[in-house]
């Protein structure tokens, strides 16, 4: 079956430490997406990667970074820079964001705590 | 700025029908999308709109009007499983970024 697989989906952190949250996909598409969720609100985006080796900071990118060195993977690191990481986590994947609209597909989230 | 906006929450009866609008401003606009999220659970897409009028898929409807900047989600013949969270997006093809940007959404309650 084809997907957007993310892992873990509980993650607690402690202040301080880095985290990285993984999410793979299947689906051979180009483009990949992180968001994050706060309770009650839409998805901001935090990163997006249109192709291998190539990514763009999204509307809220201070203290996150990411790679893509896969087509397959595009992980998330939550650095101590970001003041407030508590949150839901979203993973997703287009075909191909340039040329004509296409629907995002989600992974399954990984939401983060910080003790 | 971008804004989208859309109502907080929404109560509707099963088995009728109910209308989720979305306005929105951007600099770019290719079109309006709309995700269905239940609690907890990945948001999955439900319909796109690039060109006015209406587009139906089975119990659902999407609407735009981009003279007005406007959208709705139409939902009939509600069943329990479509208690969830909508959210409108807009494609912006500002620059070379072909972002989504979302709505805060819209929590359907629907009561039996």
């Known amino acids: 079956d084809g997907g957007i697989t993310q892992s873990p989906k509980y993650l607690f952190r402690k202040e301080g430490q880095n985290v990285t949250l993984s999410c793979e996909q299947n689906?051979?598409?180009?483009?990949m997406y992180w968001y994050r969720q706060d309770p009650g609100q839409g998805l901001r985006l935090i990163y997006y990667s249109q192709i291998v080796n190539d990514f763009q900071k999204g509307d809220i990118a201070e203290g996150y970074s990411v790679s893509r060195e896969k087509k397959e993977s595009f992980p998330l690191t939550v650095t101590s820079a970001q003041k407030n990481p508590t949150a839901f986590y979203l993973c997703?994947?287009?075909?191909?964001?340039?040329?004509?609209?296409?629907?995002?597909?989600f992974g399954p989230g990984t939401r983060l705590t910080v003790l | 700025g971008q804004s989208l906006e859309q109502p907080s929450e929404v109560t509707a009866v099963e088995g009728a029908i109910v209308q989720i609008n979305c306005t929105y401003q951007?600099?770019?606009?290719?079109?309006l999308s709309w995700y269905q999220q239940h609690d907890g659970g990945a948001p999955t897409f439900l319909s796109y709109?690039?060109l006015d009028g209406l587009e139906e898929t089975g119990r659902f409807s999407s609407f735009l009007s981009r003279s007005d900047s406007y959208g709705y989600l139409l939902l009939q013949e509600l069943q329990m499983k479509d208690s969830a969270s909508y959210f409108c997006a807009v494609r912006d093809n500002e620059g070379s970024n072909y972002q989504l940007i979302w709505g805060a959404g819209t929590k359907l309650i629907i009561k039996p």
């Open positions: 709109n690039a």
């Open positions: 997703a994947s287009s075909i191909d964001p340039v040329t004509t609209y296409n629907e995002q597909f």
């Open positions: 951007t600099s770019g606009f290719y079109g």
């Open positions: 689906l051979n598409h180009d483009a």
